[in-house]
């Protein structure tokens, strides 16, 4: 099936460029980062013939993510785990990336929860993330009410970030538990193809992330169409955090910071 909306050219290039960096990085057992979502369902449907792969989704019971993730493996035929947080969980989670990453902020924490849970728990010794997608093409929501050039500027200076700070801690997070995280789209070659997108494909009629959509589209991938839940919220993690502060009588960022077993 072809590329719908991309230029050809354009599309080859990015889908190319991701699928040499699966292939060049995926070696042996791989446990995936999957909360159900465009940009982790893409790289299993372009890595499923280079890797042995199990999809791991983690959240609160019921949460969007546990639904969206047994719902995409199952489109996708692959192995699926979910692995269900309690408070207990959550509350350890915290007191861990707080103690051994020295992170305080709650939404960094929650952020990074997910990735913490799946290297204490899986086996497997490479993780695939689909970190870097929302900065290299336009996810977050608050580039939608910007213009092409705010966006582009804002864009390229999350990208900077994440590249010098966020990356780098997550691969020591990784690291710690002597897992090797691989992130194709923060790849030198996914991130030269990303800068060949002309801003205006960057949204069409499927929403954000333009690229990326045309690209499952094409691969006949449900979740073209579905809508962007942030991994904090879909995995219930901040309502939980949230709730768990409030009971204590606490400010969530004062929670965080003094929160024990």
């Given at each position: 099936m072809g590329l719908p909306a991309l230029q050809d050219d354009i599309g080859n290039g990015l889908q190319g460029a991701?699928?040499?960096?699966?292939?060049?990085?995926?070696?042996?057992?791989?446990?995936?980062?999957?909360?159900?979502?465009?940009?982790?369902?893409?790289?299993?449907?372009?890595?499923?013939?280079?890797?042995?792969?199990?999809?791991?989704?983690?959240g609160y019971p019921g949460s969007h993510d546990l639904k969206a993730g047994e719902r995409a493996a199952g489109e996708l035929g692959l192995p699926w785990k979910g692995i269900v947080l309690d408070d207990d969980a959550l509350r350890a989670a915290v007191i861990f990336l707080r103690e051994r990453?020295?992170?305080?902020?709650?939404?960094?924490?929650?952020?990074?929860?997910?990735?913490?849970?799946?290297?204490?728990?899986?086996?497997?010794?490479?993780?695939?993330?689909?970190?870097?997608?929302?900065?290299?093409?336009?996810?977050?929501?608050?580039?939608?009410?910007?213009?092409?050039?705010?966006r582009g500027?804002?864009?390229?200076?999350?990208?900077?970030?994440?590249?010098?700070?966020?990356?780098?801690?997550?691969?020591?997070?990784?690291?710690?538990?002597?897992?090797?995280?691989?992130?194709?789209?923060?790849?030198p070659e996914t991130i030269k193809a990303a800068e060949a997108v002309p801003p205006t494909a960057l949204r069409g009629e499927l929403g954000n992330k333009g690229p990326l959509r045309d690209l499952a589209l094409g691969l006949g991938l449900s979740v073209a169409r579905a809508p962007k839940k942030a991994a904090q919220y879909g995995s219930g993690t901040m309502r939980a955090m949230k709730r768990m502060a409030s009971a204590a009588g606490m400010p969530l960022g004062r929670w965080t910071r003094e929160v024990n077993e």
């Open positions: 991701l699928t040499a960096t699966l292939r060049r990085e995926l070696t042996g057992p791989t446990a995936v980062l999957f909360s159900g979502g465009l940009d982790s369902v893409l790289l299993v449907a372009l890595a499923r013939q280079c890797a042995d792969m199990r999809l791991y989704t983690v990453l020295g992170l305080s902020d709650p939404v960094v924490i929650s952020f990074e929860l997910p990735l913490y849970i799946v290297c204490a728990t899986v086996p497997e010794g490479v993780l695939l993330s689909g970190q870097g997608a929302d900065e290299l093409f336009g996810g977050y929501a608050r580039y939608a009410h910007m213009t092409d050039g705010e500027r804002s864009m390229k200076e999350d990208l900077r970030a994440l590249l010098a700070e966020g990356l780098p801690r997550e691969e020591r997070l990784a690291t710690l538990f002597g897992k090797r995280l691989v992130c194709p789209y923060l790849s």
